[in-house]
């Protein structure tokens, strides 16, 4: 169960990482047909916004999963991990708003991999609760 978890949450890294990769903040220059050089950055194009919110939303939700790894599940149990889900749900729901369909096949893999992820984590809360219960009735 907890490798199923392991490799949703690889798959999710990689794939937000990829959507990044497009989010660089380094000017590179575009040659025209009349031989000038004009820095990317100085061209007002109307995507440079949309490109700006597509690429703060990726880093949103990149930096939402990577929490994942920092949560203390023996200190505050598997409702923190419920917790970050839902704030990466919130944050893959941003991206593709922002995206406007741009990312879709990449969005779509993410969501795969979330849905793979919660029903681990459905999986590991009902053992959880079966191990609880038998514990009870034993120690009881």
């Known amino acids: 169960m907890i490798a199923r978890w392991c490799s949703g949450l690889t798959v999710a890294c990689a794939l937000s990482a990829g959507l990044l990769a ?17 820095p990317k950055s100085a061209m007002s194009t ?18 939402s999963i990577t929490g994942l790894k920092d949560i203390n599940i023996r200190a505050n149990g598997t409702s923190a991990i419920s917790s970050q889900v839902t704030k990466i749900k919130q944050d893959l729901g941003t991206l593709k708003t922002d995206a406007h369909g741009e990312f879709s096949t990449q969005v779509d893999a993410l969501s795969s991999a979330l849905s793979k992820l919660t029903s681990s984590l459905d999986a590991a809360k009902g053992a959880f609760k079966a191990e609880y219960e038998d514990w009870k009735r034993t120690a009881g």
């Open 22 to 38: 497009g989010c660089s903040s380094s000017t590179s220059t575009i040659t025209s047909s009349s031989n000038t050089s004009t």
């Open 46 to 63: 109307p995507t440079n916004a949309s490109t700006s919110a597509v690429c703060k939303s990726a880093a949103d939700l990149k930096a």
